[in-house]
């Protein structure tokens, strides 16, 4: 198992060389090519854009009173477009969501609802029995006050 092991390690270290592997030769033949076509489309482009640019300036300048106010208006139009189809998007989503909060919602409602009137009903009858012991303790404090004055001076009632 040694033997096997130093083996391997002599072997692959005799392999081992610097030099751009093959792939990356291929690449670099052929990316050098496509890099320089577009770096040259790309010089083109913006030559012909400062020719284009040169020729339109003075038609510019003639016509602004009518250029500008009209690529204002185009622009608004453009921009209150968008702006509306945003709108309408988000609230379409907004209903979308909504609506299938419901229908995740409608599945369980019945059982919460039952838990809710559970839970109001225990409510009710703690709320019941305290206001009725509230009441008998009232009404022991008034019994004991007309015991020591000597005679009753008020009524109180509790059903």
């Avoid at 391997?8 to 030769?25: A, D, E, L, W, Y």
């Avoid at 076509?37 to 482009?45: D, E, F, P, R, S």
């Avoid at 907004?94 to 839970?119: G, N, V, Y």
């Amino acid at each position: 198992m040694a033997d096997r092991t130093r083996q391997f390690q002599i072997h692959t270290q005799g392999t081992r060389h610097n030099g751009p592997t093959t792939s990356q030769v291929v690449a670099i033949i052929t990316l050098l090519p496509v890099g320089a076509t577009l770096l040259g489309l790309a010089g083109i482009t913006f030559i012909g854009t400062v020719i284009g640019l040169a020729v339109s300036t003075p038609l510019f300048v003639i016509f602004s009173p009518v250029i500008v106010p009209a690529v204002l208006a185009i622009g608004l139009a453009v921009a209150g477009v968008l702006a509306s189809g945003t709108f309408g998007i988000s609230g379409l989503s907004s209903l979308s969501w909504l609506l299938s909060l419901f229908r995740q919602t409608a599945d369980t409602m019945p059982e919460t609802l039952d838990i809710a009137k559970k839970r109001a009903l225990e409510v009710a009858n703690y709320a019941g029995q305290k206001t009725k012991e509230a009441g008998q303790t009232i009404q022991n404090k008034a019994a004991r006050d007309d015991a020591k004055e000597g005679g009753p001076r008020t009524q109180i009632g509790v059903a």
